[in-house]
Antibody, heavy 118, light 112 residues
Framework: EVKLVESGGGLIQPGGSLRLSCVAS????????MTWVRQAPGKGLVWVSH????????SYADSVKGRFTISRDIAKNTLYLQMNSLRAEDTAVYYC???????????WGQGALVTVSS | DVVMTQSPLSLPVTLGQPASISCRSS???????????LNWFQQRPGQSPRRLIY???NRDSGVPDRFSGSGSGTDFTLKISRVEAEDVGVYYC?????????FGPGTKVDIK
């Protein structure tokens, strides 16, 4: 069975840091451009970051560039999102996903809620 | 960034009746490889998004055939031939042709 399970969310003060983890099972993350997508409360979906399938490149939305870092551990089949200098506007559910655009496979996790508030 | 717009943003429908959602992009979504990377997602209340359609008109595994996608260039449509209660939720289009991938604002479908 394919699963993506995020963890590491929570309540954090502005300026703080959190690291989200996404453990994959049933498939190998190195076969996909793994992606983080976020959804602020009551709002739509926004692409945040991805890491190329071979790990050679990463990309970030302008809103998080310089503050967030995506990485992965192939041995643990786990994707990460290190989030630093958090702001209130980073409050959202963060989804780990393959976000495939061209083939009949696409996986999403259940999401991890990050709340940035004092 | 490519801006995706959807209409309507709210769509009350009668069970058993058809429904249609329009999605427009600010630039052509035809990729240099000849493909058009336009996906549709469904997000039921309290759930994660689920992809329904990829590359304009290809249905994902397990997606009922009452869902269909069509369109080209900058104009796309998701149709539900006969709405069922389980179709309630928010529907998003997403383009994957241009960096960064961008989503439409979502269309909320509920039952009249």
């Amino acid at each position: 069975e394919v699963k993506l399970v995020e963890s590491g969310g929570g309540l954090i003060q502005p300026g703080g840091s959190l690291r989200l983890s996404c453990v994959a099972s049933g498939f190998t993350i190195s076969n996909f451009w793994m992606t983080w997508v976020r959804q602020a409360p009551g709002k739509g979906l926004v692409w945040v970051s991805h890491i190329k399938n071979d790990g050679s490149a990463t990309s970030y939305a302008d809103s998080v560039k310089g503050r967030f870092t995506i990485s992965r551990d192939i041995a643990k089949n786990t994707l990460y999102l290190q989030m630093n200098s958090l702001r209130a506007e980073d409050t959202a559910v963060y989804y780990c996903t393959t976000l495939v655009i061209s083939s009949p496979i696409d996986y999403w996790g259940q999401g991890a809620l990050v709340t940035v508030s004092s | 960034d490519v801006v995706m717009t959807q209409s309507p943003l709210s769509l009350p429908v009668t069970l058993g009746q058809p429904a249609s959602i329009s999605c427009r992009s600010s630039q052509s979504l035809v990729h240099s490889d000849g493909n058009t990377y336009l996906n549709w997602f469904q997000q039921r209340p309290g759930q994660s998004p689920r992809r329904l359609i990829y590359k304009v008109s290809n249905r994902d595994s397990g997606v009922p055939d009452r869902f269909s996608g069509s369109g080209s260039g900058t104009d796309f449509t998701l149709k539900i031939s006969r709405v069922e209660a389980e179709d309630v939720g928010v529907y998003y289009c997403m383009q994957g042709t241009h960096w960064p991938k961008t989503f439409g604002p979502g269309t909320k479908v509920d039952i009249k």
